[in-house]
């Protein structure tokens, strides 16, 4: 098991290749594992159990991923995925009076805290520490104030709807029965969010497996965009009068928007929609180190994803993470969660991509990433992740061989073949280099070859 001792200082931007994070290590730092709904705030219907925190690490643990996000929600009641009730349960205020609101629960006060929440929010990042994973903090989440329906409508419950807390905030100031959060243009409101983030901030600073996230597919409309901004310069400022700093990042609304409004944020790491071509679902670019990107199926899918995404994602220089639905375990004799089972039946391939993900990982450890690049040009399949003239990896998804260009390697090179299906590993004869060669995969189609200079 790793200990919190696998991390040497807290992560930043890596000056030697920017697709990945470093620390004190001076080490590149790939990053990939699963993460659910639940794991901070309780998300529960009538009868269902607490979130099974320690089997959920458990689980990341036996498949070798070292990063989730740790998901908050801002609202007490309903989501726009049921028509039953769901509550979430605790919130960053407390809840004080005098007065009730629309939930039928004491108002809050938006000047004071819960403590719980807080002390939940810190002991669980620590324990993902004890176990060597990162954790990104999630500051707000907007899905659900933007796609509210009138039978499951997240608002009413919200904090900031003035009906719900003490200070008079009212966070739709037009009247329309929709939040108007996530803007300049409310600067009751703005406060109240950036004494938050300070509260978050406070919390976890002194812990090195941090990283933030605004907030979970907030509009892409300007004045949203704005706001996220400002936030994410915010995070930034405020930190720089702490002792660590830590990375702050930027996801997608999900979907074809524009990701340009990504890439031109002041974020140290973003998480891309699709694109217009679907290009991050299907042929993932290597964007050069612009922005660190953690490759999210939350917001390429939804629910979605496949193994082969994420070994093409991985040789393109990116950090695939998956969106995994856990639903209460139907008669455990213990408070639990689990994969959802229906969905291992409706989509298969989800238990590979999981293990393969932590494949992914293994490999990267492999591998100097501080000097290893997508050389997807020197493979017929197109994926490759190498140092030419000493290491390639080479995903070939769609063919039984395959042909690399080792024009650039003096003498031999070891041959490992690993079937992503099976996990198993073989190996052939070493192969000369100084010209392209033809590889033939003994498991058939899709299969990773690994190449390695015999000195290298």
Known sequence: MAGPKAFHGP???????????????????????????ANLVEIKGEGDPDFDYVGY????????????????????????????????????????????????????????????????????????????????????????????????????SHPYNVHNNVNGVNGDPDGDGKGDIYSLGAPDVLEYQTAYVRKVIDTVNDLDNVLYEVINEIP??????????????????????LPKQHPVGMTAEGGGEDNRILFASPADWISPGHGPMREYRYNPPDTEGVKVILTDTDHLWGHGGCYPWVWKSFTRGLNPIFMDPWVPVP????????????????????????????YTLRYAERLDLNRAVPCS?????????????????????????????????????????????????????PVAGGRPQRFVSPFGFDAVLYLRHKQG
């Not at 004799?333 to 999981?354: H, S």
């Not at 024009?407 to 052939?428: D, I, K």
């Open 11 to 37: 992560l930043r931007l890596n000056p030697v290749n920017p697709r990945y994070f470093t620390d004190e290590s001076g080490r590149a730092i790939y990053l990939t594992g699963s993460h659910t709904w």
């Open 57 to 156: 690490l458990d689980f990341l643990e036996a498949h070798n991923h070292n990063f989730f996000r740790l998901w908050t929600w801002d609202h007490t009641e309903m989501g726009p995925w049921t028509e039953e009730p769901v509550i979430f349960e605790s919130m960053p205020y407390a809840r004080t009076g005098p007065g009730l609101a629309l939930d039928g629960k004491p108002k809050f006060d938006l000047g004071r805290y819960d403590e719980d929440y807080f002390n939940r929010l810190r002991q669980r990042v620590l324990q993902a520490a004890e176990r060597g994973v990162y954790v990104s903090v999630m500051l707000f989440e907007g899905w659900c104030v933007k796609w509210s329906y009138p039978q499951s409508d997240a608002w009413p």
């Open 220 to 241: 892409v409309g300007e004045r949203c965009v704005q706001w996220h901004y400002h936030m994410i310069e915010a995070i930034h400022e405020y930190e720089r009068s």
């Open 331 to 358: 008669g455990s004799t213990r408070p639990g969660y689990a994969p959802d089972i229906l969905n291992e039946r409706d989509f298969p391939d989800w238990a590979l991509l999981r293990v393969n993900m932590g």
């Open 377 to 429: 040009e020197l493979a017929s399949s197109g994926y490759c992740l190498g140092i030419p003239g000493e290491v390639y990896l080479v995903y070939v998804p769609d063919d039984a061989q395959v042909q690399v260009d080792l024009s650039a390697t003096t003498g031999e090179l070891t041959v490992e073949w690993f079937s992503p299906r099976t996990g198993a590993v073989t190996h052939a004869n």
